[in-house]
């Protein structure tokens, strides 16, 4: 079955710290990417996507993230974090022409420390 | 203002008492859908629509229905809600006409209790 991970479900970061947080899926075909962030309270925000071209993609708010299709993965970086960026964050999938079929990971926990 | 909309935004219900979630979108998308996010499983897709009077079951379908009467409306229904019902609830719409179909825009979300 399609399945997306992501293997972090807790991060805690100092203030201008860097972050990564892993994303994995198990799509064999073309696939969309996606990252969503859903700060406390609120509704899911889209933070970036991949469609195809250039497997670096840049997102809102220094957001960035790479898709490696040799390893299923489509990991979420920011260079430098922000008390703000706290929040909890979802990587998802669909696969290509398969319709409204999104799959969303479990989601990883970030608290960014002042 | 391009949004999503949900009704009730928090609901308190007791076994058995049916209830319905309004979900509605004014950027006349084709797709909707309704999913429900539970702590570490994510969001998890219940129902769908690809457009008026077409709906079809997601992954987690079991005690919920759905219709598509107008495009702008998808309502969730709950006939005889259970406490393993109680959730997070979202709505999204999407559209396949602008190049991008993909890209789902998110309700509010609906915190649901069944006690």
């Known amino acids: 079955a399609q399945s997306v991970s992501q293997h972090n479900h807790h991060v805690i970061l100092s203030e201008a710290a860097s972050l990564e947080l892993g994303c994995n899926y198990s799509y064999g075909g073309t696939v969309n990417l996606f990252w969503y962030v859903q700060y406390p309270g609120q509704h899911l925000q889209l933070l970036l996507k991949?469609?195809?071209?250039?497997?670096l993609v840049k997102g809102i708010k220094g957001f960035e993230a790479e898709f490696i299709k040799s390893k299923f993965s489509f990991n979420l970086r920011k260079p430098s974090v922000q008390w703000s960026d706290t929040a909890e964050y979802f990587c998802?999938?669909?696969?290509?022409?398969?319709?409204?079929?999104?799959?969303f990971g479990g989601g990883t926990r970030l608290m960014v420390k002042p | 203002e391009a949004q999503v909309t949900q009704n009730p935004r928090y609901l308190i219900t007791v076994t058995g008492k049916k209830l319905t979630v309004t979900c509605s979108q004014n950027m006349n998308h084709e797709y909707m859908s309704w999913y429900r996010q539970d702590p570490g499983l994510g969001l998890r897709q219940i129902y769908y629509?690809?457009?008026?009077?077409?709906?079809d079951k997601g992954d987690v379908p079991e005690g919920y229905k759905v219709s598509r009467k107008e495009k702008r409306n998808f309502p969730l229904i709950l006939e005889s809600p259970s406490p393993n019902q109680t959730s997070l609830y979202f709505c999204a719409s999407s559209s396949r006409t602008s190049g991008r179909p993909y890209e789902q825009y998110f309700g509010p979300g609906t915190r649901l209790t069944v006690t």
């Open positions: 629509s690809m457009n008026v009077e077409v709906t």
């Open positions: 991949y469609f195809s071209g250039d497997p």
């Open positions: 998802a999938a669909t696969v290509y022409n398969a319709g409204n079929m999104l799959t």
